[in-house]
């Protein structure tokens, strides 16, 4: 009867464990796909529309196990130029530099980097202020950028 009692008293305890509390980000996140899609730009009006500067806001990761962070990549700068190029500010310690241009994918356009960039990886969606890396069907952390 004591086995029973300790049981019920490990399952009662780790029932109540709490929900964890999503960042505000993911109502955003959760909302691109459906607001770049009803936008319906070609690649040059995409191209276009990234040009500029971007600071990174957020990623979150759903493959394995939930993941999220707004501190990761804190501090990323990335300035996409109409002539191809981009640099990657990474917190005033490094700086990537490469060139860039879009590559049609399975959904929209993807973000074709030289140098290689993680943040930078995945379907391209633009919904303004707002441009998301999504590579969550790949099994990849999606990183959201907003435009200065």
């Not at 399952?11 to 109502?27: D, G, I, T």
């Not at 981009?86 to 140098?115: E, I, M, P, R």
Request: hydrophobic share 35%.
């Amino acid at each position: 009867m004591r086995k029973y009692a300790l049981l019920l008293v490990g399952l009662v305890l780790a029932s109540c464990e709490k929900e964890p509390e999503f960042s505000a980000w993911n109502q955003t996140m959760d909302g691109m796909y459906d607001c770049h899609s009803a936008a319906a730009m070609d690649s040059a009006e995409l191209a276009a529309a990234i040009v500029g500067t971007w600071d990174w806001r957020f990623v979150r990761s759903t493959s394995w196990s939930y993941y999220e962070s707004e501190d990761d990549y804190s501090g990323f700068v990335l300035t996409v130029r109409a002539d191809g190029s981009f640099d990657l500010n990474q917190n005033d310690t490094a700086t990537v530099s490469g060139t860039w241009s879009l590559t049609n994918s399975w959904t929209t356009f993807t973000l074709n980097s030289q140098s290689y960039v993680p943040t930078l990886w995945g379907n391209l969606l633009y919904c303004e202020p707002y441009m998301m890396f999504y590579s969550s069907p790949a099994d990849g952390p999606d990183n959201l950028y907003e435009k200065r």
